[in-house]
């Protein structure tokens, strides 16, 4: 009776000789592995350092001689787009309250139509034309160094600081203060929008950050400096989109949630969120200070 042995072969023996003889995977570069992993996160690392610096700068955080400078600089600015805006509507009141207006309804017609937004009236209106841009031109100008009244070097600081600024003009609620309480208060769905618009505006400034680490080897390789710029042009776009995004997302959660603020403090709030009952929760959120 003939007996059979199984044996048991692995599969390298099992494997055609050229395999056997050079495996796919080196040894060398195994080894190698953990170094790249090691520079990776290093890199990660360095681009999230850098990126809180670009958010410190975007964010107007910086002071001393040359911040003052250009903080004022952007105050004389918006001043005289503000000094601007004041004189047409002005201008156009007195053109709206004019007796040829009020007795010409061709005139109060053009006039009108200045206020949406045209710099004259239309012909055979019997309006004189108005010179200048319109109201809607030059409040979009003012605007457009800032919301408010600039208190910071950047457009980005001002544009968080003016949320503030806003809400404490129409309430006269102290938003830093109330920020804390407002935020236990709102849904777990307005945290999450927040959170989510603070965190893009972050990775905005990993951008930056990566595009100085491109800037790097641009020393010895000249096309890494275009990639840097690239990424520091976009993250500086990026971040002062998302800066505007989160700023109204804090403005509107004020002027949503307010009411709500003053009753869990105990201050009867029955309809509009008006100045005094602002002007109570601030003290009451001072401690009196």
Same mark, same amino acid.
């Given at each position: 009776? =003939?007996?059979?042995? /199984?044996?048991?072969?692995?599969?390298?023996?099992?494997?055609?000789?050229?395999?056997?003889?050079?495996?796919?995977?080196?040894?060398?570069? #195994?080894?190698?592995? +953990?170094?790249?992993?090691?520079?990776?996160?290093?890199? $990660?690392?360095?681009?999230?350092?850098?990126?809180?610096?670009? !958010?410190?700068?975007? %964010?107007?955080?910086?002071?001393?001689?040359?911040? &003052?400078?250009?903080?004022?600089?952007?105050?004389? *600015?918006?001043?005289?787009?503000?000094?601007?805006?004041?004189?047409?509507?002005?201008?156009?009141?007195?053109?709206?309250?004019? +007796?040829?207006?009020?007795?010409?309804?061709?005139?109060?017609?053009?006039?009108?139509?200045?206020?949406?937004?045209?710099? !004259?009236?239309?012909?055979?209106?019997?309006?004189?034309?108005?010179?200048?841009?319109?109201?809607?031109?030059?409040?979009?100008? *003012?605007?457009?160094?800032?919301?408010? !009244?600039?208190?910071?070097?950047?457009? %980005?600081?001002?544009?968080?600081?003016?949320?503030? @600024?806003?809400?404490?003009?129409?309430?006269?609620?102290?938003? #830093?203060?109330?920020?804390? *309480?407002?935020?236990?208060? #709102?849904? !777990?769905? /307005? &945290?999450?929008?927040?959170?989510?618009? *603070?965190?893009?505006?972050?990775?905005?400034? &990993?951008?930056?950050?990566?595009? #100085?680490?491109?800037?790097? +080897?641009?020393?010895?390789?000249?096309?890494?400096?275009?990639? $840097?710029?690239?990424?520091?042009?976009?993250?500086?776009?990026?971040?002062?989109?998302?800066?505007?995004?989160?700023?109204?997302?804090?403005?509107?959660?004020?002027?949503?949630? $307010?009411?709500?603020?003053?009753?869990?403090? $105990?201050?009867?709030?029955?309809?509009?969120?008006? +100045?005094? @009952?602002?002007?109570?929760?601030?003290?009451?959120? =001072?401690?009196?200070?």
């Amino acid at each position: 009776m =003939r007996s059979y042995r /199984v044996t048991r072969t692995s599969p390298s023996s099992r494997a055609p000789p050229a395999q056997r003889r050079s495996s796919p995977i080196d040894s060398s570069r #195994v080894a190698s592995l +953990p170094s790249w992993r090691w520079s990776l996160a290093g890199a $990660g690392l360095a681009a999230e350092a850098l990126g809180r610096v670009a !958010e410190w700068c975007w %964010m107007g955080s910086w002071g001393g001689p040359p911040g &003052r400078a250009l903080t004022a600089w952007r105050r004389r *600015r918006w001043t005289l787009a503000a000094d601007r805006y004041h004189a047409a509507l002005q201008a156009k009141a007195r053109l709206l309250l004019s +007796p040829g207006a009020a007795l010409d309804g061709g005139a109060l017609g053009g006039t009108a139509r200045v206020g949406a937004g045209s710099n !004259e009236a239309a012909p055979g209106d019997g309006a004189p034309p108005v010179p200048g841009p319109g109201t809607d031109a030059l409040n979009a100008a *003012r605007n457009r160094i800032a919301l408010a !009244e600039p208190r910071s070097p950047t457009w %980005m600081g001002d544009r968080m600081l003016a949320a503030g @600024i806003r809400v404490r003009a129409r309430y006269d609620l102290d938003l #830093v203060s109330a920020w804390p *309480r407002l935020w236990l208060l #709102v849904p !777990e769905e /307005v &945290r999450g929008r927040i959170t989510s618009a *603070r965190d893009d505006l972050a990775s905005a400034a &990993r951008l930056a950050g990566w595009g #100085v680490l491109y800037l790097l +080897p641009a020393l010895w390789w000249w096309p890494a400096a275009l990639i $840097g710029a690239a990424c520091i042009g976009s993250a500086w776009w990026l971040g002062r989109h998302r800066t505007g995004r989160l700023a109204d997302l804090v403005e509107a959660t004020a002027d949503v949630h $307010g009411r709500d603020l003053a009753r869990s403090l $105990g201050i009867d709030c029955p309809a509009e969120f008006t +100045p005094a @009952i602002g002007e109570s929760v601030t003290r009451v959120l =001072r401690k009196g200070n």
